[in-house]
C-alpha cells in the first residue's frame, strides 16, 4: 500500500463541525479505564470503529448485512491516533466524523473524540476496499460512495 492519506492534525484540533459530519455521543464507561483511571489507549479505536458502524447503518449499509451479502469488505489499512488530554470515566464524548478523502479503492476518515467541546483525540483510518472473493482492492461500492461523498472533504 502506498503513503496513507494525512489530515492535517493541527486543523483537525481546531476545526469547526461542518454541516453533514456524523456526530454520536457516549460516556466513558468503567470498563474503558485501565489502572490509571483514564481511557485505556486502544479503546479510543474501538471508539471510531464503533462510530463508523453506526455511520455504515445510517446510509443504509449497515456492517452486519454488508457481511452478510459477501460482496465487499473494507479492512483497516492503516490507523493512526494523537492524544492532547486525558478521557475519565463518566466524561461524556461526542464523537465526530469529521472528514473523509476518497481515493479509488480507499476510504480516510477523520475522527475527532470530543468533550466539553474540546477536542481530546484524533484518530485518522484509512478503510481498503477488497472483494470478499480474493482480497484484492475494488472500487469504493457506488452506493456507499454517493453516501461518502456527502460527508466533509478534508
Known sequence: MSQPYRFDLQRLRQLEIAPGAFRVKRAVRFHDIDAAGI???ARVLDYAHDTYCQYLESVGHGLPQVLSDGEWAAPIGHVEVDYFAPLLFGDELELVIARAHLDGSRLTLAH???CKDKVRCVVQTT???VGRADFRPIAIPPSLLEALQQLPRG
Open 39 to 41: 481511557v485505556y489507549f
Open 127 to 129: 478503510h481498503v476496499f
Open 112 to 114: 475527532l473524540v470530543r
